[in-house]
């Protein structure tokens, strides 16, 4: 018997090689039509993938843009948020969450997540609220819906928006209706990696509001609602041709590899030992598959040593990352957020995760927690 590649693992965290194969001819195909148009930024493609999107998430409108990163800075933006102002948001997300209310020059707001879901804690939002507040950016992590009728109720007394932070969440639903369709604005990402992925950067903001819709579409052309007529300082955030071929060849599959997902979940959770895992939500589309455990370096060596790639969502929170408190922001203490990025665990979990990879990595998860004390000393402290 060969030995297996030890450069190449044997289950991979994300399999977009996989993914590619099951649609390959369809994307050759997207991408020599946009070659073949020479038509490369904000073309037909965008108009259409747009109208699609739109629709996939229940809303009017959808404003391509060639990051989520973008996208979130735009939202922000559309809705008059700059200097002076206040967003309230979690610690416990990507840093582009922060990132882009700090561009915009306003001051996030961080509160504590709930232990259960990690999602925002909506008991804490009322405390955070001030007359400088403009708006909530709630983060669906991975892949779960924040539990958005508190918030938006919360949101419609104070008079602030909603701008749901979707990076995570493509196809996920909350209480049936769809991730994007439940704030005033939503974000998407379609890094590559993300449940709707690109050929590289992208993203979308998503709106029912007509008037936030064109302006996001000026600000992100440069402010400029006529070209070479700039009304306002805006930004190269255009989503290009190819990438909007290759969602638009994507998106009538999300479904069925968020279905996939969504089983691969449900075995893990059946057959998973030793480690904890989070509630069951069926709107999930599981972007993520996270556990628990005090002794996360020690398990995730093990898997990395039986070929199992993992990863760690995140292990440093947005509060105690060097940019955040080189922007002059006080530290703070935020425990919920802290204990989960010190015990969290992703395990593998894309559209072409089969049964037996899953019960693969169950079994390494078991083998970790019968080993000898200081074999799991050794595994943690290495
Ligand atoms: C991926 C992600 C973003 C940023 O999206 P990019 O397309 O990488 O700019 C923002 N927020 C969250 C929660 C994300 O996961």
Not at 35 to 40: A, K, M, P
């Given at each position: 018997?060969?030995?297996?590649?030890?450069?190449?693992?044997?289950?991979?965290?994300?399999?977009?090689?996989?993914?590619?194969?099951?649609?390959?001819?369809?994307?050759?195909?997207?991408?020599?039509?946009?070659?073949?148009?020479?038509?490369?930024?904000?073309?037909?493609?965008?108009?259409?993938?747009?109208?699609?999107?739109?629709?996939?998430?229940?809303?009017?409108?959808?404003?391509?843009?060639?990051?989520?990163?973008?996208?979130?800075?735009?939202?922000?933006?559309?809705?008059?948020?700059?200097?002076?102002?206040?967003?309230?948001?979690?610690?416990?997300?990507?840093?582009?969450?922060?990132?882009?209310?700090?561009?915009?020059?306003?001051?996030?707001?961080?509160?504590?997540?709930?232990?259960?879901?990690?999602?925002?804690?909506?008991?804490?939002?009322?405390?955070?609220?001030?007359?400088?507040?403009?708006?909530?950016?709630?983060?669906?992590?991975?892949?779960?819906?924040?539990?958005?009728?508190?918030?938006?109720?919360?949101?419609?007394?104070?008079?602030?928006?909603?701008?749901?932070?979707?990076?995570?969440?493509?196809?996920?639903?909350?209480?049936?209706?769809?991730?994007?369709?439940?704030?005033?604005?939503?974000?998407?990402?379609?890094?590559?990696?993300?449940?709707?992925?690109?050929?590289?950067?992208?993203?979308?903001?998503?709106?029912?509001?007509?008037?936030?819709?064109?302006?996001?579409?000026?600000?992100?052309?440069?402010?400029?609602?006529?070209?070479?007529?700039?009304?306002?300082?805006?930004?190269?955030?255009?989503?290009?041709?190819?990438?909007?071929?290759?969602?638009?060849?994507?998106?009538?599959?999300?479904?069925?590899?968020?279905?996939?997902?969504?089983?691969?979940?449900?075995?893990?959770?059946?057959?998973?030992?030793g480690v904890d895992?989070?509630?069951?939500?069926?709107?999930?589309?599981?972007?993520?598959?996270?556990v628990l455990s005090p002794a996360r370096d020690g398990i995730r060596r093990h898997l990395?040593?039986?070929?199992?790639?993992?990863?760690?969502?995140?292990?440093?929170?947005?509060?105690?990352?060097?940019?955040?408190?080189?922007?002059?922001?006080?530290?703070?203490?935020?425990?919920?957020?802290?204990?989960?990025?010190a015990r969290?665990l992703?395990?593998?979990?894309?559209?072409?995760?089969?049964?037996?990879?899953?019960?693969?990595?169950?079994?390494?998860i078991?083998?970790y927690s019968?080993l000898?004390k200081?074999a799991r000393e050794?595994l943690s402290s290495?």
């Amino acid at each position: 018997m060969s030995r297996r590649d030890e450069r190449q693992p044997l289950i991979k965290f994300v399999d977009l090689q996989g993914q590619h194969d099951e649609i390959r001819a369809e994307i050759d195909a997207a991408v020599s039509a946009v070659i073949d148009s020479g038509q490369f930024v904000l073309g037909p493609e965008v108009q259409a993938f747009e109208r699609e999107f739109a629709e996939a998430c229940g809303t009017k409108h959808a404003v391509g843009t060639d990051s989520g990163t973008s996208a979130l800075r735009l939202a922000l933006r559309s809705l008059g948020i700059g200097q002076g102002h206040e967003v309230i948001t979690v610690s416990l997300t990507f840093w582009a969450t922060t990132a882009a209310i700090l561009e915009v020059g306003a001051v996030p707001v961080l509160v504590d997540v709930d232990s259960e879901t990690c999602n925002i804690d909506v008991s804490m939002i009322e405390a955070a609220i001030t007359p400088r507040t403009k708006a909530i950016v709630p983060v669906h992590l991975y892949g779960r819906c924040a539990d958005m009728d508190p918030i938006l109720e919360i949101a419609e007394r104070y008079g602030i928006h909603v701008v749901e932070d979707a990076a995570q969440a493509a196809g996920s639903t909350y209480k049936g209706r769809p991730a994007g369709s439940l704030g005033h604005m939503a974000c998407f990402s379609f890094y590559p990696a993300k449940n709707l992925g690109a050929l590289g950067d992208a993203g979308a903001v998503v709106t029912d509001d007509a008037a936030f819709a064109e302006r996001l579409r000026v600000l992100r052309d440069h402010g400029a609602p006529k070209k070479y007529t700039h009304e306002t300082l805006g930004y190269n955030s255009r989503l290009d041709e190819i990438q909007a071929a290759v969602l638009r060849v994507k998106l009538p599959y999300l479904k069925q590899w968020n279905e996939r997902r969504r089983s691969a979940a449900r075995l893990y959770r059946q057959i998973v030992e030793g480690v904890d895992v989070f509630p069951e939500d069926d709107g999930q589309n599981y972007h993520l598959f996270p556990v628990l455990s005090p002794a996360r370096d020690g398990i995730r060596r093990h898997l990395s040593q039986a070929g199992i790639e993992t990863g760690i969502h995140y292990p440093i929170p947005v509060h105690l990352q060097p940019a955040y408190l080189h922007a002059g922001l006080a530290p703070m203490e935020l425990p919920h957020t802290e204990q989960i990025c010190a015990r969290t665990l992703s395990l593998p979990m894309h559209s072409q995760l089969s049964e037996w990879h899953v019960k693969l990595v169950a079994d390494a998860i078991r083998e970790y927690s019968e080993l000898p004390k200081a074999a799991r000393e050794s595994l943690s402290s290495a």
